[in-house]
């Protein structure tokens, strides 16, 4: 059975203070810290690249777990802002980069903030379906690309991150259970128009705490688990304001919800890989995911510790 | 929804989102900038008066609703 063996992340080194932002943007310092509750935003620098994030990611991979590149069968990446303009797709510079075989699968994923949930999903399937072993999944979205200067709505919020996960027949958690919506007619909410980002702030916090609880509570039912049941609830770090209120109203209790996005900022598809790589260690025996963006998309999967 | 109803629906979920903020019907024309109650709050606010009152409330009616009389006016002529 396929599932999810490791996982390791990049920050790049570049760093915005987001409270010098909000004093630029005229904004109170207060709101930024305790409403979006980011402090501190990683930025690519000149030399980084979605590639180059990707790569890193993978070092680290390789120093918490034995990867011997001529196993990888399969290299997915999920980004909407790829080096290149996405042609050549950048799983393929990633390929290139790690020396891997040429006996492996390798496509990218135009997924938002929902990316990280529906590539887990995507690359098992593709793997198991094609008698796969060991395969990756990264994601990157350099939102800063695309930021706006004079937004101070999108550049408070969205920091630069990579993250790679080790997908394998030595899983550490396996699928459960997992649904996938899409609600395009709202897809104005989060676009990008004249390669700038443009977000419908309203309409993004509408979808998240009336959506995602309703997906979330239809997770538990179809895997026949209660709240209780679950010891870990990892919802996309959108901003700490929507991410309390989501809680809430979807009836998690607070403590088994981290949320840690003061020294990230929302990472689009990487928030939820950055998330589950720390909690790991503490060997949590049931994990929801829930991602939730552009699209609008959300998805929410159950993964169990293998015993 | 009759009036009555409607400042009951908009003054609890005023108190019930916005930390330290006590409403009272004098309170009621003021703008929300001016009450405390920042950006974010008001998206929570009006979505939860929407839920409570049963009516949908649009992005672009929810833009000119800046004040909690004008929530009122709002969800009772719905």
Not at chain 1, 14 to 34: C, I, K, P, W, Y
Not at chain 1, 200 to 224: C, M
Not at chain 2, 51 to 62: K, L, M, N, Y
């Amino acid at each position: 059975m396929l599932g999810i063996q490791s996982i390791a992340s990049y920050l790049p080194k570049g760093r915005v203070d987001n409270l010098e932002q909000a004093d630029r943007f005229e904004t109170d310092r207060e709101f930024v810290e305790q409403k979006i509750g980011v402090t501190t935003l990683p930025r690519f620098e000149a030399e980084d690249s979605v590639v180059s994030a990707s790569i890193a990611a993978f070092k680290s991979l390789c120093e918490k777990v034995s990867v011997d590149p001529a196993d990888i069968e399969c290299v997915v990446l999920c980004t909407q802002n790829p080096d290149n303009g996405g042609l050549p797709h950048n799983s393929a510079l990633v390929h290139a980069e790690l020396g891997l075989s040429e006996d492996c699968a390798c496509f990218d994923i135009g997924l938002g903030c929902s990316g990280y949930v529906y590539g887990l999903s995507v690359v098992q399937a593709f793997m198991a379906a094609n008698g796969m072993k060991k395969g990756l999944l990264f994601t990157c979205d350099p939102y800063s690309r695309i930021l706006n200067p004079e937004d101070k709505n999108t550049c408070l919020l969205f920091g630069d991150a990579a993250s790679v996960t080790l997908i394998s027949d030595s899983p550490r958690y396996t699928l459960s259970s997992a649904k996938f919506s899409t609600k395009g007619a709202g897809s104005e909410a989060l676009q990008k128009n004249s390669n700038l980002l443009e977000m419908n702030g309203r309409a993004v916090f509408n979808f998240a705490l009336q959506d995602v609880p309703k997906q979330i509570k239809r997770v538990l039912e179809s895997a026949e688990l209660k709240m209780e049941d679950v010891d870990l609830f990892l919802l996309h770090q959108g901003s700490r304001f929507m991410l309390e209120n989501t809680i809430k109203r979807a009836g998690i209790p607070a403590e088994k919800a981290p949320i840690k996005l003061a020294e990230t900022g929302n990472t689009v598809s990487s928030s939820i890989p950055l998330l589950l790589e720390k909690e790991l260690d503490s060997s949590p025996g049931t994990i929801l995911m829930s991602g939730f963006g552009v699209g609008l998309s959300w998805a929410t999967a159950i993964y169990t510790q293998v015993k | 929804m009759n009036r009555e109803e409607a400042v009951k629906v908009v003054m609890s979920m005023l108190e019930k989102n916005v930390e330290g903020l006590e409403m009272s019907e004098d309170k009621m024309g003021e703008t929300l900038e001016n009450l405390g109650v920042d950006s974010l709050d008001v998206m929570l606010v009006v979505m939860d008066v929407g839920e409570a009152a049963g009516v949908t409330i649009s992005d672009d009616e929810a833009e000119a609703l800046d004040t909690p009389e004008k929530i009122v006016e709002f969800i009772a002529k719905q």
